[in-house]
T-cell receptor, first 112, second 115 residues
Framework: QQQVKQSPQSLIVQKGGISIINCAYE??????FPWYQQFPGKGPALLIA?????SEKKEGRFTISFNKSAKQFSLHIMDSQPGDSATYFC???????????FGTGTSLTVIP | GAVVSQHPSWVICKSGTSVKIECRSL??????MFWYRQFPKQSLMLMAT?????????EQGVEKDKFLINHASLTLSTLTVTSAHPEDSSFYIC???????????FGPGTRLTVL
């Protein structure tokens, strides 16, 4: 059973546009939600993360929106650039366990 | 900060040989390390979780006698693929977590090709 559901599977955005990737979870014990960016042939790199005590977190062009009641969170990439083209994974974990539960990934392509 | 290295970055071996992959946390003490396997265009598949000084916990379906994990110190974990076969060819990625930190930091991955 997929603990974290991610959509869309792939996304094509024009340069300068907004990329939006969504994730949903069921386990209310989750209290930490990171996003990772992965380029081909590389390991995932932490992009931004949020805890449920805030509804939004922004770092540069990247914003996480968090809806605790809906058990959903999303990544917004503002002013998308070709260099943002990568696979993005959302994840969730709880402080009672070590394991991270990853979404299935979204392949983002930003076209010039 | 929070850098994790992996060695080698790629390896090609013959079927039946064993391959060791090292994962090191360079600037923090990793109380827990994780080993993942990733197939092309797919998500990360957790293979096992290891805590320093104790035996690794393997995910269901992962053969512990085939994928030997040793977390010998707070900065080093090794994955040994024993008697490798072509179906073991994959991208193996480790991650490390400091007990005082929320997140996992990933290594750059190791591409294993078994001929």
């Amino acid at each position: 059973q997929q603990q974290v559901k991610q959509s869309p599977q792939s996304l094509i955005v024009q340069k300068g546009g907004i990329s939006i990737i969504n994730c949903a979870y069921e386990n209310t014990a989750f209290d930490y939600f990171p996003w990772y960016q992965q380029f081909p042939g590389k390991g995932p790199a932490l992009l931004i993360a949020i805890r449920p005590d805030v509804s939004e977190k922004k770092e540069g062009r990247f914003t996480i929106s968090f809806n605790k009641s809906a058990k959903q969170f999303s990544l917004h990439i503002m002013d998308s650039q070709p260099g943002d083209s990568a696979t993005y994974f959302c994840a969730a974990s709880s402080n009672t366990g070590n394991q991270f539960y990853f979404g299935t990934g979204t392949s983002l392509t930003v076209i010039p | 900060g929070a850098v994790v290295s992996q060695h080698p970055s790629w390896v090609i071996c013959k079927s039946g040989t064993s391959v060791k992959i090292e994962c090191r946390s360079l600037d923090f003490q990793a109380t827990t390390m994780f080993w993942y396997r990733q197939f092309p265009k797919q998500s990360l598949m957790l293979m096992a979780t290891s805590n320093e000084g104790s035996k690794a916990t393997y995910e269901q379906g992962v053969e512990k006698d085939k994928f030997l994990i040793n977390h010998a110190s707070l900065t080093l974990s090794t994955l040994t693929v024993t008697s490798a076969h072509p179906e073991d060819s994959s991208f193996y990625i480790c991650s490390a977590r400091d007990g005082g930190l929320d997140t996992q930091y990933f290594g750059p991955g190791t591409r294993l090709t078994v001929l």
